[in-house]
């Protein structure tokens, strides 16, 4: 059995951070324990929401319960994503250390929520700096889209050759394993978007249609599905091939409905049997 602790926002509305990542893992048989960095209504896409940001003391105490019932040797994995604050940075950091070192095994897989092309940088001040300076040197694996790799490496990325040397540059910093989602580059078809994944000096490739849709909520499923199978395959490349392709049909379902939000629940299927399965290239 795979358990995953995982700390990310809860939305009480639609699909997010935890409300897009638990609900798949589960699917999948992983067991996840759930702790959430934010409540809102709904995710910041739609410019308004209500909600709270959680204290770094809730999430620390939270993890700290976990502890004393004696669990954390059986973690195989932490997941985070959107921080909400800084200083929650800071107790994810914790969560993932005290882990570790009940479970020298364990992976930290960080998602390094700070924005987007289009939306640009949509977290708070601090939680970017965070990322790079205290996050990055400690996470195993790390799943950047092409902004955050840009804003995380300090470099433009445009070729195949610029994202595997910002890859490698992180690999340099860190995480062994790196995944990079939503990949345009000079190369890459109209109406097509990438990936490319990084691991132990290989990299892999991978591109799917570009669908008619924006929304929000897909690089959490996919940081979440590409954690658990590389815990179960411990390959990067069989990781990139399931998420990719999962992804890829939960939002070909999602754009077929015309939905704002993606469809977690009604397209689940997509995640223990993809519809359409995506190769990678080595590259
Ligand atoms: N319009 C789209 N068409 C096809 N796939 C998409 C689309 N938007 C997102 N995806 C898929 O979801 C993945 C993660 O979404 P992305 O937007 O990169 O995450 P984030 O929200 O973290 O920026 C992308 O790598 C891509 O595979
Ligand atoms: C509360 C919250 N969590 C997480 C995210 C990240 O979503 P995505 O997977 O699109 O990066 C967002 C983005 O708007 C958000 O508002
Ligand atoms: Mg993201």
């Known amino acids: 059995m795979t ?14 951070g935890n409300a897009s990542a638990i609900f798949p893992l589960q699917r999948l048989g992983a067991e996840v324990w759930g702790i959430h960095t934010v409540q809102f209504s709904n995710h910041t896409g739609y410019g ?15 993890v700290t319960g976990i502890e004393e019932r ?35 095994e364990a992976l930290w897989c960080c998602d390094p929520v700070i924005g987007d092309v289009g939306r640009g940088v949509f977290v708070r001040p601090g939680i970017p700096e965070f ?18 790799l840009e804003w995380l490496t300090g470099r433009e990325v445009t070729t195949l050759e610029d994202a595997k040397v910002a890859v490698a540059a992180l690999q340099a910093r860190g995480p062994r394993c790196v995944l990079v ?32 849709l924006s929304v929000n909520g897909a690089g959490d499923a996919i940081a979440a599905l590409f954690l658990f199978h590389r ?43 993809p519809s359409r399965v995506f190769a990678a290239r080595a590259c």
């Open 231 to 273: 815990l179960r395959t411990g390959s990067a490349e069989a990781a990139l091939v399931v998420a990719a392709s999962s992804v890829f049909g939960l939002l070909r379902r999602t754009a077929e409905a015309g939905s704002r939000e993606i469809l977690t629940v009604a397209a689940q299927d997509e995640f223990v049997t």
């Open 70 to 104: 004696g669990v954390l040797p059986r973690c195989d994995a932490v997941l985070s994503g959107y921080m909400g604050s800084a200083e929650i940075g800071t107790a994810i950091l914790d969560a993932a250390r005290r882990v570790k070192a009940a479970n020298p």
């Open 3 to 16: 358990s995953i602790l995982s700390i990310q926002s809860w939305v009480a509305y639609g699909h997010v």
């Open 48 to 62: 308004a929401w209500r909600g709270q940001v959680f204290g770094a003391d809730l999430i620390q105490d939270c």
């Open 181 to 212: 989602t939503s990949l345009r580059l000079a190369d890459t078809p109209e109406g097509e978007i990438g990936m490319l994944a990084g691991e132990g000096g290989h990299f892999w490739r991978l591109s799917t249609p570009m669908l008619p």
């Open 131 to 148: 990322l790079r300076d205290e996050a990055l040197p400690e996470a195993d694996i790390i799943t950047p889209n092409q902004f955050e």
